[in-house]
């Protein structure tokens, strides 16, 4: 019986990416999303935006925890 | 012979099913937001043999995640088990073995000691135990692919959450129920990426 059958199949736990971070353009043009289904998500992606900006300008800390379940219900 | 692998692509081998949709839209958005490129064999063009075209989309990415969560028995009277995940995990593997320096995967579960049971060749070897939250999901997601400048796992929740809740509207204006779809996927990346404050501008055109 070869070793490999019984040490079982090497998997690694993590991968240490050292590339340089992918500019929102170059990782549209990777998923392939053409400009017009970028134009068509606009309405709503610029809804989600105001709402994460509204998030981030509040520190969580800061926020009752009742509140703060609201609001991660309502995210 | 195959073009080399996108550095950020990332096979995503997941379940299509009902109970799968918040999982499956924590890995879309948890990798767009580490700056990866997802990829479903949903979203390749027919025409070929579909098992022609997952090797094609293995072989065009540098990652694979296999979720082996959802290997168990169907619940129709015949209870057949499902084996397209597990497939497609050993078709990555086989393809990483004869390529090491072109393929690296992983393997997520939600209980460790349910892969020990279902692939115990996959012994001694250290899975993505996930605990079946979408938390879990990005925590693992976010250590499995480690680099500088990482969203934080609330972060990343955050965005998740907008995304999550925008679900609905991208099948609507897809005219789908199937989140899994080609287009729903790809409006669900776009979504993601869009939110991923972290990703630095584009140099402007000189």
């Known amino acids: 019986m070869n070793s490999q059958y019984d040490e079982g199949v090497d998997m690694p736990k993590s991968v240490h990416i050292t590339a340089p971070w992918p500019t929102q353009e170059e990782m549209e043009k990777s998923l392939g999303i053409?400009?017009?289904?970028?134009?068509?998500?606009?309405?709503?992606?610029?809804?989600?935006?105001?709402?994460l900006s509204i998030l981030e300008?509040?520190?969580?800390n800061s926020i009752e925890p009742e509140k703060r379940r609201k609001r991660a219900s309502a995210a | 012979m195959p073009p080399l692998p996108d550095p950020k692509g990332v096979f995503l081998n997941v379940p299509y099913d009902e109970e799968f949709i918040s999982?499956?839209?924590?890995?879309?958005?948890?990798?767009?937001?580490?700056?990866?490129?997802?990829?479903?064999?949903?979203?390749?063009?027919?025409?070929?043999?579909?098992?022609?075209?997952?090797?094609?989309l293995i072989q065009s990415c540098s990652y694979s995640i296999h979720d082996l969560s959802r290997v168990e028995l169907s619940v129709s009277p015949?209870?057949?088990?499902?084996?397209?995940?597990?497939?497609?995990?050993?078709?990555?593997?086989?393809?990483?073995?004869?390529?090491?320096?072109?393929?690296?995967?992983?393997?997520c579960e939600s209980d460790l000691y349910r892969?020990?049971?279902?692939?115990?060749?996959?012994?001694?070897?250290?899975?993505?135990?996930r605990g079946g939250t979408v938390e879990g999901v990005l925590r693992e997601l976010r250590n499995a692919f480690r680099r500088d400048r990482a969203p934080s796992v609330p972060q990343m929740l955050t965005v998740y959450g907008l995304?999550?809740?925008?679900?609905?509207?991208?099948?609507?204006?897809?005219?789908?129920?199937?989140?899994?779809?080609?287009?729903?996927?790809?409006?669900?990346?776009?979504?993601?990426?869009?939110?991923?404050?972290?990703?630095?501008?584009?140099?402007?055109?000189?």
């Open chain 2, 115 to 129: 892969l020990l049971r279902s692939a115990s060749d996959l012994n001694g070897t250290d899975p993505c135990i």
């Open chain 2, 78 to 107: 015949s209870a057949t088990p499902r084996f397209n995940m597990p497939l497609e995990l050993g078709m990555t593997i086989t393809w990483q073995i004869l390529n090491p320096e072109k393929h690296t995967w992983f393997v």
């Open chain 2, 23 to 56: 999982l499956y839209v924590a890995y879309v958005v948890g990798l767009c937001q580490l700056g990866l490129v997802p990829h479903l064999a949903a979203e390749i063009p027919g025409g070929d043999r579909r098992l022609n075209r997952i090797i094609q």
């Open chain 1, 34 to 51: 053409s400009k017009a289904r970028k134009r068509a998500l606009r309405p709503l992606v610029d809804e989600l935006k105001a709402r």
């Open chain 2, 163 to 206: 995304v999550d809740s925008a679900l609905n509207s991208i099948l609507k204006k897809n005219g789908t129920s199937n989140p899994y779809s080609r287009s729903v996927f790809l409006d669900l990346c776009s979504s993601s990426v869009s939110l991923g404050t972290f990703l630095p501008s584009a140099k402007p055109a000189i």
């Open chain 1, 57 to 60: 300008e509040t520190p969580v």
